[in-house]
């Protein structure tokens, strides 16, 4: 009889490592409560008649026929498509998948039709959908290089809350130097200058002196607001001729480009602010992720340690990175005011520094998924706008809500799960 070996018996399958998957339910819960949402707005607030979508402008190639359709069976069939949707999301959850990206964006799209069908039923007036798209565009060009500030800044490494700070001030200097030289392209430049130097700042207290990066970004934006409230009161009222009163640019046409219907008018009948944004955006992506510049921006913004031991310049690097987003976020100021109008107001850009801060965020700290999440919440601050002017049903007070409501449900709900860079907000302290 052989006695039996001694030894490790080999693993069993039940015994073998699982690899077990969680999927949120947030992304379902979410789209149902929206639809829900949407759903009670169409019964408490039956709005009849037909919506007329316009989709040309008279300098186009040829003529779109305006379209007139039902505004409450549209608005209930296109909530119909999007409660299928909500169940392929719930089907994906049940399955452990994440909900598809076709699907949300076809439930966005689906819902925010049926919404624009409802709110223009029974209006007169003609919903342009050119100046829904290229008001949209307008009002997110600061968003936009807002969002640039940030990602460049926190993936080096450096939480930037002080974006509010780069926007206006750059505002107010372009303001200034646009009015005293005549020349929109001096206020440009100047505004780059000193949101450069407020990132500057941010650098000085952050990477040198290692000050807690929330709170200096906090305080920058604080004195920034006070002190272009200080001098708007003091120099720029009693002088505004002379000091806020600014040049601003010219649009620019590109030839039979901005005759194509719809796009057209929208991307190609623009400013060389709005066609820098073209640019810069592709530029800010391809240097951060094909560029040595880029890899090592973002080795000191996950691994400072590591990116030190084969010779990288970690404090270096985060201030170059400050600076060129500092400059960023000053053309997005600059856009206020030798753009958008003519002269510096108190506290101008509104908050926009913060909604910058939630589409990197929603962007997944990319630059061009940051700059979508900019032009949708440029959409929904155009979105009051047009609805005005057809005589929406909807409340003013609640369009006015709608960016910030889009903000919350974007970074807390949509937006899934978002890893920061490692190193963000770690001071680092070279041995």
Not at 18 to 42: D, E
Not at 137 to 160: C, D, F, K
Not at 387 to 402: N, R
């Amino acid at each position: 009889m052989t006695a039996p070996t001694v030894g490790t018996s080999p693993a069993t399958p039940q015994d073998a490592p699982r690899r077990v998957s969680t999927v949120s339910r947030k992304t379902t819960v979410s789209l149902a409560v929206v639809l829900a949402l949407y759903a009670l707005l169409l019964v408490l607030v039956p709005h009849e008649g037909s919506a007329r979508f316009a989709l040309s402008t008279p300098t186009d190639f040829f003529q779109i026929p305006v379209y007139v359709i039902p505004g409450m069976l549209t608005a209930w069939l296109c909530g119909a498509g999007a409660a299928a949707l909500v169940v392929v999301s719930a089907v994906a959850t049940g399955a452990r998948r994440r909900t598809p990206v076709w699907a949300i964006g076809l439930y966005s799209a689906l819902l925010l039709f049926g919404f624009l069908a409802w709110a223009a039923a029974g209006s007169p007036r003609d919903l342009s959908v050119v100046g829904l798209l290229g008001g949209a565009l307008v009002l997110s060009v600061p968003l936009v290089y807002g969002a640039m500030t940030g990602v460049i800044g926190e993936r080096a490494g450096i939480i930037n809350i002080a974006i509010e700070s780069n926007l206006l001030a750059g505002a107010f200097t372009a303001a200034v130097a646009g009015s005293l030289t005549g020349s929109p392209w001096a206020g440009l430049l100047a505004a780059m200058i000193a949101s450069a130097l407020v990132s500057l700042v941010l650098a000085l207290f952050s990477i040198t002196y290692r000050v807690n990066q929330i709170i200096v970004g906090v305080v920058l934006n604080v004195l920034v607001i006070g002190l272009t409230s200080f001098f708007y009161s003091l120099v720029l009222v009693p002088n505004t001729e002379a000091l806020n009163a600014t040049t601003r640019f010219e649009r620019i046409p590109i030839p039979l480009l901005e005759r194509i219907p719809v796009v057209g008018p929208v991307l190609f009948d623009q400013t060389i602010v709005v066609y820098l944004m073209y640019l810069i955006v592709p530029g800010v992506w391809f240097s951060l992720f094909r560029t040595r510049w880029g890899l090592r921006l973002r080795a000191v913004g996950e691994h400072p340690r590591a990116a030190d031991t084969v010779g990288i310049e970690v404090l270096r690097t985060r201030y170059r990175a400050l600076l060129v987003a500092g400059a960023l976020g000053g053309m997005g100021g600059a856009f206020y005011t030798v753009v958008s109008i003519n002269q510096f107001n108190r506290e101008m850009t509104a908050g926009a520094g913060f909604i910058a801060l939630a589409a990197m965020i929603f962007g997944k700290w990319n630059p061009i998924r940051a700059a979508l999440a900019g032009l949708l919440f440029g959409f929904a601050t155009n979105l009051q706008n047009v609805l005005s002017v057809v005589g929406s049903p909807v409340p003013s007070q609640f369009m006015l809500m709608l960016p910030y409501i889009v903000t919350l449900f974007a970074v807390a709900g949509l937006v899934g799960r978002s890893r920061p860079p490692a190193a963000l907000a770690t001071p680092y302290t070279k041995e």
